[in-house]
């Protein structure tokens, strides 16, 4: 599925009126229209939101109608501030933002809390913590940053489909922008009157300036990271800086010598007080006036061509935000430059038709409600995109609860009196809809959280989780045999075994170490003396989750454990790998040099991600060999399986009884370790110095060669690559037995 959508605007009533000139026999061949309302900018924002849905539910493509939504909405916030700044008004951004947020809260409150119906209803309970994590995150206007910190953190749910909130990041952008955006116009505003420069002489070299360097980083950023870039507020600056420059560039200057050219919405008119009206344009020629007409009705119609044609010939989810998005902008630039022709063939007599007008209307709503819809009946069904029929069904299922969701809370908010006379008033009603919001989030976080903590205080007595495949084991007499899996099923995927406190002192990186280092490196203390021996593990999130098992064997017997652990990487200094991951081997090593640990844990073996086949790392036995001059003894840890299928995701599908959830494990992973001639180095007996003991963890994490999803009532596997935290200390004590029987003492 696509992710990706565009960000709603306020609706006509909210905004307020561009200036438009009352068509003339001399002015319809402007270029714009000064007296009200611009219903080709209200029906422009009809048609993108339509385009939006359309590549959403049929063509699994984004459309890059959320560059034109931003667009827009920069280019009307400014419009705003700026016939206030040139009229000589107090620009008041505080009751700005009371008005606007009390506008677009409520409806996404309802959005939010609706939507979390459907996951607690329709997906796995794995989904619901990052889904609680993304409804707070969309209330707050951060989902973007949320975004941003998932899709590069190594450690985030393996998700097998898009967050039904996924479509909030535009609407967070929006938001820091709408909060960004009167500040700056503000100081800018102030500091003109304070230079006695006009306000466009301020206004524009800033915001040029602006376009120019967010322009730059997006480029750049967009090469780099795009995943990232897509998602970065200032990445997408620009963008409303272009808007905020459209803004300036077309709307009419105020004239009279207080800056009072017209009057305010709902103030009288000069005539009525009797002042001399602005001089009008002149009178244009008839025929550069006839041409300067088609040339506005095919700008019109070039601009809306690009905007449909956008998503189809450019791949909007992968190119953007880069130079290419200016396509888009100049598509509804165009639009916007055309205005108001009047021509019976004109862009805006389309735009200002009754279903652009209405799907304009409703275009906020629809945008908040389509995806949610989509994604969770692709969750329901099991279908990877809709079709023609179901997805005509969506569309009209999505028109239908906008219309209604316009309907019974947009427009009531919108327009209600009491909140609408202060300020304050306003304020209020966005506070009462956040908390409204979030409080059924934060009561279903601390459920969620409480369920788990209860279940862990019966966990030695109902979860005994591999010490079941001990022979001796017998059963705890309190056992509930009904007792809830641990973790439980909507904190499986949180399961990650993590170090308590940051390295300090002696085992704090050095400065050469601390650019790679220096964010990963973290220690299990020992109780008591300063003076404990040191168990470093090194390596991927693999070896970070198998470590699981002796964190608590290294306390209990009075070692402290210093961990490094980067995601994705192994630890392989004599390999080349990548760069990132190769810059953390090299520091590793220059710490573990240093600090001569009395013991390093490490993985000798990988399993390779696609073909799945167990391999010795390159140069692993130059890496062995440096190690052991380094420290009294390495554990060997070998590779666990990367399962074909996520068992969390089966289970909740099918049931944990299911044989399809149960993978046997590959004959290479049961059969002789292939390194094991580095095992037994220059024939040093086991617990002398140098020694390397192996670690197998394959038996107890897939005994008799069938890697189930539940063993003893704990989750083995928290995805398809990695144990759970629980399982791995559930295994302590056999974890224990194996390596006293390799030599090794604590």
Not at 422 to 441: D, F, N, T
Not at 502 to 525: D, F, I, K, S, Y
């Amino acid at each position: 599925m696509t992710s990706l959508g565009p960000t709603p605007l306020p609706t006509r009533s909210t905004v307020e009126p561009l200036p438009v000139a009352a068509p003339s026999p001399r002015s319809a061949a402007l270029p714009l229209r000064h007296d009200g309302f611009r219903p080709e900018l209200h029906g422009l924002r009809g048609v993108a939101i339509g385009l939006v849905v359309i590549y959403h539910v049929w063509l699994d493509r984004v459309s890059g109608g959320v560059d034109v939504f931003l667009f827009l909405a920069a280019f009307l916030l400014t419009g705003t501030f700026l016939r206030r700044a040139e009229r000589g008004e107090r620009l008041r951004p505080v009751p700005y933002w009371a008005r606007t947020f009390k506008r677009l809260l409520p409806p996404g409150a309802v959005v939010v809390l609706a939507s979390l119906v459907g996951v607690f209803t329709l997906l796995g309970a794995d989904r619901w913590l990052p889904s609680l994590t993304d409804a707070a995150a969309s209330l707050l206007q951060v989902q973007n940053w949320v975004l941003i910190q998932r899709g590069t953190d190594y450690y985030a749910a393996d998700d097998s489909g898009a967050s039904v909130f996924q479509h909030f990041w535009s609407l967070s952008i929006q938001g820091q922008v709408f909060l960004l955006w009167p500040v700056l116009i503000t100081a800018l505003v102030l500091l003109a009157r304070l230079l006695r420069i006009p306000v466009r002489g301020m206004l524009i070299p800033v915001f040029a300036a602006l376009t120019v360097a967010s322009l730059a980083w997006s480029v750049h950023s967009t090469s780099a990271a795009q995943q990232i870039a897509y998602f970065d507020t200032s990445a997408r600056l620009w963008e409303f800086a272009a808007g905020s420059l459209l803004a300036l560039a077309l709307m009419p200057a105020a004239t009279a010598a207080a800056n009072h050219e017209g009057p305010a919405p709902g103030e009288p008119t000069a005539a009525a007080h009797g002042r001399r009206r602005a001089a009008r344009p002149a009178a244009i020629p008839a025929r550069l006036s006839q041409r300067f007409l088609t040339a506005r009705v095919l700008a019109g119609w070039l601009g809306l061509a690009g905007l449909v044609s956008c998503g189809l010939l450019v791949d909007v989810q992968g190119a953007f935000p880069g130079w290419i998005a200016l396509w888009p902008l100049t598509a509804a630039a165009l639009v916007l430059l055309a205005g108001s022709t009047r021509h019976r063939l004109s862009v805006d007599r389309l735009l200002s038709t009754r279903p652009a007008r209405v799907l304009g209307d409703i275009s906020y709503a629809l945008y908040l409600v389509h995806w949610p819809l989509l994604i969770l009946y692709l969750a329901a069904t099991g279908n990877e995109r809709a079709g023609i029929v179901d997805g005509a069904v969506l569309i009209g299922v999505a028109l239908a609860l906008a219309w209604l969701l316009t309907l019974l809370v947009d427009s009531p908010v919108r327009r209600w009196g009491w909140a609408n006379a202060k300020p304050w008033r306003s304020a209020a009603v966005a506070v009462v809809a956040l908390v409204v919001g979030l409080a059924p989030v934060a009561g279903a976080h601390q459920h969620l959280n409480t369920e788990q903590r209860e279940a862990e205080l019966r966990a030695v007595s109902d979860n005994p989780g591999a010490r079941v495949l001990d022979p001796e084991f017998t059963p705890h007499p309190d056992a509930n045999p009904d007792a809830s899996v641990l973790p439980t099923a909507a904190m499986v995927t949180e399961d990650w075994v993590a170090g308590s406190d940051p390295c300090t002192g002696e085992l704090e990186p050095a400065a050469t170490e601390h650019e790679a280092l220096g964010e990963l490196c973290r220690t299990v203390p020992a109780e008591g003396s300063g003076d404990a021996p040191v168990l470093v593990s090194v390596g991927d999130s693999r070896v970070e989750q198998a470590s699981g098992a002796l964190i608590p064997l290294a306390k209990r017997e009075g070692w402290t454990m210093v961990t490094l652990w980067k995601g994705g990487c192994t630890y392989a200094p004599d390999a080349v790998l990548s760069e990132e991951c190769d810059a953390f081997s090299r520091a590793a090593r220059r710490y573990i040099e240093r600090v001569q640990p009395d013991a390093v844990v490490l993985a000798t073996t990988f399993v390779t991600q696609q073909d799945r086949v167990e391999v010795v790392p390159d140069g692993m036995a130059t890496s062995l060999e440096d190690l052991r001059r380094s420290t009294d003894t390495v554990i060997a840890l070998r590779a666990m399986p990367r399962l074909p299928h996520n068992p969390v995701t089966c289970v909740q599908d099918r049931g944990v009884e299911d044989p399809r959830c149960t993978t046997d494990l590959p004959d290479d992973l049961a059969g002789e370790r292939p390194d094991s001639a580095l095992l037994t180095p220059g024939g040093a007996d086991a617990g002398s110095p140098g020694a390397v003991v192996p670690l197998d963890l394959n038996p107890l994490v897939c005994p008799e060669r069938q890697c189930r999803p539940v063993v003893g009532k704990v989750t083995v596997f928290i995805d398809a690559g990695h144990i759970s935290g629980t399982y791995a200390a559930s295994m302590q004590d056999a974890v224990d037995q194996q390596l006293r029987s390799g030599g090794f003492e604590w």
